[in-house]
């Protein structure tokens, strides 16, 4: 007599391999029978028995509200066995576990790589939402990047820290860049390459001789660091402003020749204005270049440049120059609030490059020099969502009295208190990140029980083993020669080393920084006292937290001369990585485990309903204790129509905060041309897909989102824990 009808289930399970696929429960039944028919009859399971097991399983599935891994699918079905009292069978299956396991290890890249190739590997796919996975470029980098993961976990990295990465107690960033020496992110010299001229691919670049020339030999320096380093990369503006001048006088001369030439008079008024009137064009079209360039560019790895534009105009002298930096940074808001044309030639928010505007005295208040320049500023941040802001005042106070750009991002530099630069002053570009090893905090919690002396005990023990796996990056650097990189080590960009020599000496003294990134806050909090790190009890905790994390950063350094900094991770993958990873090890616990993805760093809970005021002035004390790195943000509605309300943001930011931006929503859909805020809904298979509000299209490759994921604007889409994260998003303005 056969068995009951089995339950049929339409939902996607994700293969070891990455890829996901439909759930086929006759593979199930066939894994246990195959299992059964290894035992003696007596010992055997009967039909209804195996049937009732795969069905059992098929409903848990079809409940999950995540496509659920076949580890974790095989780990039901030795439970469901051992429910059935099938002792024998399920040693029989536990076996073959255990084979195929051993089978897998012998290489662990194969099905990776036919995966990506065969643009199967969702966990790859969705890894980087500024990351086109179809493209070939892309695919060749992700690739080489298996290969590379494959070599660091069994060869580069110690056991106990692919081991600890692996069950998501840390996380050891970019092992896909590991094995060939590179480095994270860094603040490009421009200056330094612009003014004493580069090499680029063998190739002498001499001092331009006008700002447009000084722009497109910007975007060129851009796009080979890009490809000589895997993070993220920021340029200031202020570099490019004495080409404005150079430019300035060459017109000047020309107009004067023309005007001779055809017999016009020389009116030192009118040559003036054609002078400014041309100058005013060619800013324009450098500008333009700048932007254009950096959208379409595509570096070896197969995505534009990370870079980050910096336009602060203190960071020049007073007078002709700075306002010359005023008209360049005019002009680049302009050109970013107009946007990029798509494919359909709809006008867009491109996702590069990321700008951040400076705040200070000059252009803070109504009535300051530089204020309408704020006003456009805030007009475009309405728009595209940047630029994001830094405060001047405040860093001074966070940064021994310095004001300087992120490195990308978010990751910032330690303050220089030495006087790295060739005359004993304060240097910042030219500075990089060795790396970044991020401790999950919330697994620290969990691993706890509640137990406030167990949980410290762990945390430090956690500590050292990140300070392990951090010295596992420096030394990995140790021994690089300059050859490997010649526009970074040789021509500029971060030294101007000798052939042959080795990058060793940048690696100690506060010249390069390496990063201890933390994750999960919130959750960390919850699980210890039972409150948000909001309320007062968890304020308390959540910052003496923050401060052994800083303790130890200097204890290392103290230690070692190398410059280790707490940093506030941009998780996107990891967010959902390290959330499965904790349903896993400690099951669903409420407020903690019970989303598909744990909180960046510091931040206030998506779902916690707080003003943006409050936010921002609540989240500056984790800030100053994440000087390795960190960024605080609002969620807005459409600010287009209230302009004075974003300024209002923008001088709170000044006086109480240093680093934040404002996540506005900038969407298209190309089927029926609505441009608004695309939704995230629940499809019949409990997956969370994109949706267009006014005709329904679901189709990803016929719409244009663009959502803040982590510090910079993702294009791409993303994984289903960072999309429930982002559905999940309440406002604060």
């Given at each position: ?8 289930v ?16 006759q593979?199930?039944?066939n894994?246990i ?23 059992n ?15 974790d ?7 469901g066995?051992?429910?059935m ?13 255990y ?23 969702e966990?790859?796919?969705?890894e ?38 692996e069950q ?9 860049y590991?094995?060939q020496?590179?480095h994270n ?12 001229g ?28 890009a ?6 990369q920021?340029?200031t ?15 000047h ?23 400014e ?5 060619e ?6 270049t ?20 910096f ?7 007073e ?8 008209m ?13 044309k ?8 491109p ?10 005295e ?26 994001d ?7 001074r ?16 530099l ?24 991020t401790i ?13 002396d ?14 392990r796996?951090?010295?596992c990056r ?14 970074l ?7 101007r ?13 506060n ?7 933390y ?21 308390e ?22 410059s280790?900094?707490v ?21 669903i ?7 598909n ?27 100053k204790l ?20 974003v ?15 404002l ?71």
């Amino acid at each position: 007599m056969a068995p009951a009808t089995p339950v049929v289930v339409k939902t996607n399970i994700i293969k070891r391999n990455g890829e996901e696929v439909l759930f086929d429960q006759q593979k199930i039944i066939n894994a246990i029978a195959k299992a059964n028919r290894e035992v003696d009859p007596i010992h055997q399971m009967n039909p209804y028995q195996i049937q009732a097991i795969a069905d059992n399983i098929a409903v848990k599935i079809a409940a999950s509200p995540h496509a659920m891994n076949v580890e974790d699918i095989q780990e039901m079905v030795e439970t469901g066995i051992m429910e059935m009292r099938g002792f024998e069978v399920a040693q029989k299956y536990v076996r073959y576990r255990y084979k195929r396991n051993l089978a897998r290890k012998s290489n662990t890249t194969d099905d990776g790589i036919l995966a990506l190739i065969d643009q199967a590997n969702e966990e790859v796919k969705q890894e980087n939402s500024n990351k086109n996975p179809v493209i070939n470029s892309t695919q060749r980098d992700y690739m080489a990047g298996e290969v590379s993961k494959d070599l660091t976990r069994r060869v580069l990295l110690p056991e106990e820290i692919v081991s600890a990465h692996e069950q998501g107690i840390i996380h050891f960033h970019d092992a896909d860049y590991f094995a060939q020496r590179e480095h994270n992110c860094d603040l490009v010299n421009l200056e330094d390459m612009l003014q004493n001229g580069t090499v680029i691919s063998e190739t002498m670049i001499e001092k331009p001789h006008s700002f447009l020339t000084a722009c497109n030999v910007t975007t060129q320096i851009v796009a080979q660091v890009a490809s000589n380093q895997y993070g993220g990369q920021s340029i200031t503006l202020s570099h490019l402003a004495p080409f404005v001048d150079v430019s300035r006088k060459k017109i000047h001369k020309a107009v004067i020749e023309e005007r001779k030439l055809c017999g016009e008079p020389l009116d030192e008024e009118i040559i003036a204005k054609i002078t400014e009137m041309r100058l005013k064009e060619e800013i324009k079209s450098g500008i333009q270049t700048i932007q254009y360039q950096l959208v379409t560019l595509m570096t070896c790895n197969g995505q534009a440049p990370f870079v980050t534009v910096f336009m602060y105009l203190d960071e020049v002298p007073e007078g002709q120059t700075r306002d010359d930096l005023a008209m360049i940074i005019e002009e680049m808001l302009i050109q970013r609030m107009q946007g990029t044309k798509n494919e359909k030639g709809v006008w867009i928010t491109p996702a590069f490059p990321k700008l951040i505007y400076a705040l200070d005295e000059d252009n803070i208040t109504e009535g300051s020099k530089y204020w309408e320049l704020t006003k456009l500023a805030a007009e475009c941040t309405a728009k595209r969502m940047v630029p994001d802001y830094i405060s001047a005042k405040m860093m001074r106070e966070y940064k021994n009295g310095d004001v300087y750009p992120c490195m990308g991002c978010r990751s910032f530099l330690t303050p220089d208190t030495e006087g790295l630069g060739e005359n004993g002053e304060h240097k910042y570009y030219g500075r990089f990140n060795q790396g970044v090893v991020t401790i999950n905090l919330v697994d620290v919690a969990c691993s706890s029980y509640g137990d406030m002396d167990k949980f410290w005990e762990i945390l430090d023990e956690r500590l050292e083993l990140c300070h392990r796996a951090l010295r596992c990056r420096h030394e990995r650097l140790l021994g690089t020669v300059s050859d490997v990189a010649p526009i970074l080590w040789q021509h500029g960009a971060l030294a101007r080393l000798k052939k042959g020599e080795t990058i060793d000496r940048l690696l100690f003294n506060n010249h390069s920084t390496i990063s201890l990134g933390y994750a999960g806050l919130y959750e960390m909090c919850v699980r210890m006292t039972g409150k948000s790190h909001t309320s007062e009890e968890g304020r308390e905790f959540s910052l003496a937290v923050m401060q052994r994390l800083n303790d130890k950063c200097a204890q290392w350094r103290e230690a070692e001369n190398i410059s280790y900094s707490v940093y506030g991770t941009p998780m996107e993958s990891t967010t959902y990585k390290f959330a499965k990873k904790l349903q896993k090890r400690f099951g669903i616990i409420k407020g903690v485990t019970d989303k598909n993805y744990i909180t960046n760093s510091y931040h206030v809970h998506v779902t916690e309903k707080i003003d943006a005021f409050k936010k921002l002035k609540f989240e500056a004390d984790f800030q100053k204790l994440s000087p390795g790195g960190a960024i605080s943000y609002i969620e807005v509605p459409n600010m287009q129509n209230n302009i004075p309300a974003v300024l209002s943001v923008m001088q709170f930011i000044y006086n109480n905060i240093m680093y934040a931006e404002l996540n506005t929503k900038s969407d298209y859909c190309m089927e029926c041309g609505y441009d608004g805020e695309i939704e995230v809904v629940e499809n019949e298979n409990h997956k969370l897909i994109w949706r267009c509000p006014n005709c329904g299209n679901t189709n990803e490759s016929k719409m244009a989102v663009a959502r803040r994921t982590c510090g910079y604007i993702g294009t791409q889409f993303w994984n289903q824990g960072r999309t429930q994260e982002i559905k999940e998003r309440v406002l604060h303005l």
